[in-house]
């Protein structure tokens, strides 16, 4: 069973930056690939990006348009959304979870664990 934890969600202006992290434990972090979801006020979740068990290989939402980077550190079993250049519409609760498959990292319903999420508030 693997926990995680986000942290560093928070208020930010818009055009400013905030970095998330995700702690993960309980398990081999090196055996899942990691993704970053997000469900704003009266919206689905959706994705936002993935990363593969090595770092090696990422994927990100369109809507990201490069603003985002994602990143783990496999060393301190974490991942992290650094995301830049904020805008309103990214304005929701973001979720970090591990997929213990080889499945579409964009599709929910892969991943196996997940956080109990973050807040993340874009002020205009």
């Known amino acids: 069973q693997v926990q995680l934890v986000e942290s560093g969600g928070g208020l930010a202006q818009v055009g400013g930056s905030l970095r998330l992290s995700c702690a993960a434990s309980?398990?081999?972090?090196?055996?899942?690939?990691m993704g970053w979801f997000r469900q704003a006020p009266g919206k689905e979740r959706e994705f936002v990006s993935s990363?593969?068990?090595?770092?090696?290989?990422?994927f990100y939402a369109d809507f990201v348009q490069g603003r985002f980077t994602v990143s783990r550190d496999n060393a301190k079993n974490t991942v992290s959304l650094q995301m830049n250049n904020l805008e309103p519409e990214d304005t929701a609760v973001y979720y970090c979870?591990?997929?213990?498959?080889?499945?579409?990292?964009?599709?929910?319903?892969?991943?196996?664990?997940w956080g109990q999420g973050t807040q993340v508030t874009v002020s205009s």
């Open positions: 990363i593969s068990r090595n770092g090696g290989i990422t």
């Open positions: 979870a591990a997929e213990s498959g080889y499945g579409d990292y964009r599709r929910q319903h892969n991943y196996d664990f």
């Open positions: 309980g398990g081999t972090f090196t055996h899942y690939a």
